[in-house]
């Protein structure tokens, strides 16, 4: 009885932490500046970062374009 109590009590647990939502951290805004440049803006906010990059659209372009095929590949 104890032995089916404890198990009880450890599976309980265990879904519990399995449901826990994880926080982003990182949140990137994307500011157009001329026709063929953008500001990109990430705020970490885990560990109070902000990082301000500009780039050529294409650049950008690219990086997202990578991304998504990682994101594609991974799942």
Do not use: F, G, H
Not at 28 to 56: F, G, P
């Amino acid at each position: 009885m104890k032995n089916l109590i404890i198990i009880l009590l450890l599976s309980i647990s265990l879904t519990a932490n399995a449901q826990e939502k994880k926080e982003k951290c990182v949140t990137v805004k994307v500011e157009k500046l001329d026709q063929w440049r953008v500001k990109v803006v990430k705020v970490n906010t885990c560990k109070n970062i902000t990082t301000v990059s500009t780039m050529l659209k294409r650049e950008w372009d690219s990086r997202q374009k990578k991304r998504k095929a990682r994101k594609k590949r991974k799942s």
